[in-house]
């Protein structure tokens, strides 16, 4: 399958977009103000204990010291025994000591960040833990592959003092994978180990990779035909990296050049936009509609104007067979997560949704976050869920409309004008003003001087006040103001 990367940078953004025979499939964004600290290593230095609480302050060199409780002093499987007593932090830390730690959870308004002395390092396919001997596997793993699984690995690292966690896209990849793995895990440990013996207390030790490095690690693969990248100051980044850690990827690096972006010339940012709207239209003439929710995601299949060529059965199908391949792909453009409901278009023929489930798994098959598809349900809907790995598009990109907040719908101009009424009746109870103002959108004052003026001038005769009209083109629809004069 071809494959190609294509990465739009600039001091603010880094944007990522994973191309496969043409189509965009994925698309990361990073932004410099909006990158956290968790996961970056610092050689702190303890400047206060407390007994009391069993816990330290610990200066990592930032604008708060650090929190750090007893129990990240111990290791996962020590910290996890209940029968197990931790030793008194006062007996193992003490004021001026320099301690490797991790962020666990960024500084938040006046507390500081969340450490722990457990370091632990993401790599690929593995997680790696230095300071304990263990052997875990991905929850999301079946349980009758975990043994084998945990064989394997233990084989490949038994010289290694550490131990590792097996992470979920690890289920498919082979010694050779999880060597390398190891490899960069390793080296990226005695690199750390070399820092702690060199530099000052409160220095870094080890950034979390940035998006770019993060690409060459979790994204590129034996597919990806070229990595292009539209700035040289990165393009050597990257390279260097790559030299490091990855040198089979070297050579497929490279600067984009010319007059169109990089993300112009894909046509990335048209897709980026068609991935924040509800409607997707599908070639044949039917479409897709999606709403995210807290709960759950619900994607809905529509024949549209797609009318076939033979019979209304052969349509549907056509139709469903269609969209099962955009809903894959859909998935990974706007990183949904979750329970995902889809609504098919109903099928009589058992062989026809036998054979839109099977292309739906296929084409889910392709993507690095796991799934886990059902059967139709006897209403005819297909339940599945994606793993969450980050935030949706639609959520990094977006938040919820100050004018709807998040309904999707706003008031009629009626229903409001309607509102107004009450609302001035009401206060003409309590209140003895010489006239009421009322102040709202053009349509809304529209309204009241066409089609509600009988209602507006019913409503002055009866509480025997007039009542002012001024339109605001600032306001929403549904927003008002009533002054009392």
């Excluded at 869920?385 to 959520?395: G, I, M, N, V, W």
Aim: glycine letters at 6%; aromatic letters at 6%.
């Amino acid at each position: 399958m071809q494959q190609e990367i294509l990465i739009n940078w600039s001091p603010q953004e880094t944007r990522v977009a994973l191309i496969e025979q043409g189509a965009v499939q994925e698309v990361l964004i990073e932004r410099a103000l909006e990158r956290g600290l968790v996961g970056n290593v610092y050689l702190g230095k303890v400047t206060r204990v407390l007994p009391g609480m069993q816990s330290a302050f610990i200066d990592i060199g930032l604008e708060r010291t650090g929190f750090l409780h007893v129990a990240d002093l111990l290791p996962r499987g020590v910290r996890d025994d209940p029968a197990h007593a931790p030793v008194p932090i006062e007996r193992q830390l003490h004021e001026g000591q320099r301690l490797v730690v991790q962020v666990l959870k960024d500084p938040l308004g006046t507390k500081g960040a969340r450490l722990t002395a457990q370091v632990s390092i993401a790599g690929r396919f593995l997680v790696y833990l230095p300071k304990e001997k263990h052997i875990g596997i991905s929850q999301k793993i079946p349980v009758q592959q975990r043994e084998a699984l945990r064989d394997r690995l233990s084989t490949l690292a038994k010289d290694d003092p550490g131990g590792f966690i097996l992470r979920t896209n690890a289920e498919d990849a082979s010694d050779a994978e999880w060597a390398r793995d190891i490899g960069y895990l390793q080296r990226t440990w005695a690199e750390i180990l070399h820092g702690a013996q060199t530099k000052g207390a409160g220095q870094l030790l080890h950034a979390d990779l940035t998006l770019l490095q993060r690409v060459l690690r979790d994204l590129a693969s034996e597919q990806t035909e070229r990595i292009r990248v539209d700035s040289r100051e990165q393009l050597n980044a990257l390279q260097t990296f790559a030299a490091q850690y990855m040198p089979a990827l070297l050579d497929r690096i490279e600067l984009h050049t010319g007059e169109r972006t990089v993300f112009d010339l894909h046509q990335v940012d048209a897709e980026i936009l068609k991935a924040l709207q509800r409607k997707v239209d599908l070639k044949s003439g039917g479409y897709l509609v999606i709403d995210q929710t807290e709960a759950l995601t619900s994607i809905d299949v529509n024949t549209g104007g797609f009318v076939g060529t033979r019979n209304f059965d052969e349509t549907i199908f056509k139709t469903n067979l269609e969209a099962a391949h955009a809903i894959a792909r859909q998935l990974r453009l706007r990183n949904l997560g979750g329970i995902v409901v889809i609504d098919f278009i109903d099928m009589v023929s058992e062989a026809h949704r036998e054979a839109v489930h099977a292309a739906l798994r296929k084409q889910l098959a392709r993507d690095r976050v796991k799934t886990q598809v059902g059967d139709f349900s006897p209403l005819g809907l297909l339940e599945m869920t994606r793993k969450r790995d980050r935030e949706s598009l639609a959520q990094a990109l977006s938040e919820t409309c100050d004018v709807c907040q998040g309904r999707g719908l706003v008031k009629t101009p009626r229903t409001v004008c309607y509102d107004i009424l009450r609302e001035i009746l009401t206060e003409a109870r309590s209140f003895n003003p010489a006239e009421f103002r009322v102040i709202a959108h053009p349509r809304v004052i529209e309204m009241f001087l066409d089609e509600e003026s009988r209602h507006l001038a019913g409503l002055s005769a009866f509480i025997g006040k007039p009542i002012a009209l001024h339109a605001d083109h600032v306001l929403s629809t549904e927003q008002y103001d009533i002054v009392l004069r």
